[in-house]
């Protein structure tokens, strides 16, 4: 039962222009949603996160947007450039107590120069 | 920092042998995650520590699992006895638990093999 969900296991972009990752979720009870960056043979690293209490956070060239109502949030980076090439993973935290995070499967952009 | 450290970084086995993953968390966190990576899953979360304490094993596989952190520096996987199915990259994770925003730090994985 996947309850963090990328339905698109990739996507190409124009250097310059946006990217837009997507991310469904099916638990109400999430509080807080991350995502991260993974790079071939690398641990993935944290790039951005919003609290469920928010709909929007932004950080340089990254803004995540969080629907609730939906159940959804994206990932938006503005402008694209090359070195973004990576695996995205969107990944939400269970409330109570520990930092149960629970990730979807990844998303691969590709920037195209 | 050094970051999370993980060893092997890979690692090829035939079926039925004993594999010990090895993790050394970043010093001074107090939380250590172990996740399996498969394109299916995605990140799976195996098992949880804090201060050295497993917390929440749920989401080890079968009993051929088994995990322990003898200290605050120290972790390690095992899988006895190793099935192909158990090939994936496996991801050993730290950060300090507090209230609030603690990120995990990831080590580089180990890619397990099993033949």
């Known amino acids: 039962d996947q309850q963090v969900k990328q339905n698109s296991p990739s996507l190409s972009v124009q250097e310059g222009r946006i990217s837009i990752l997507n991310c469904d979720y099916t638990n109400s009870m999430f509080d807080y949603f991350l995502w991260y960056k993974k790079y071939p043979a690398e641990g993935p690293t944290f790039l951005i996160s919003?609290?469920?209490?928010?709909d929007k956070n932004e950080d340089g060239r990254f803004t995540v947007f969080l629907n609730k109502s939906a159940k959804h949030l994206s990932l938006h980076i503005v402008p694209s450039q090359p070195g973004d090439s990576a695996v995205y993973f969107c990944a939400a935290r269970n409330p109570g107590g520990y930092q149960k995070v629970t990730f979807g499967t990844g998303t691969k952009l590709q920037v195209i120069p | 920092d050094a970051g999370v450290i993980q060893s092997p970084r890979h690692e090829v086995t035939e079926m039925g042998q004993e594999v010990t993953l090895r993790c050394k968390p970043i010093?001074?966190?107090?939380?250590l995650f172990w996740y399996r990576q498969t394109m299916m899953r995605g990140l799976e979360l195996l098992i949880y520590?804090?201060?050295?304490?497993?917390?929440?094993d749920s989401g080890m596989p079968e009993d051929r699992f088994s995990a322990k952190m003898p200290n605050a520096s120290f972790s390690t996987l095992k899988i006895q006895p190793s099935e192909p199915r158990d090939s994936a990259v496996y991801f050993c994770?730290?950060?300090?638990?507090?209230?609030?925003?603690?990120?995990?730090?990831f080590g580089n994985g180990t890619r397990l093999t099993v033949t």
């Open positions: 010093s001074g966190h107090n939380s």
């Open positions: 520590f804090n201060n050295n304490v497993p917390i929440d």
């Open positions: 919003i609290s469920s209490i928010k």
């Open positions: 994770a730290s950060t300090y638990l507090r209230q609030g925003r603690s990120p995990l730090h």
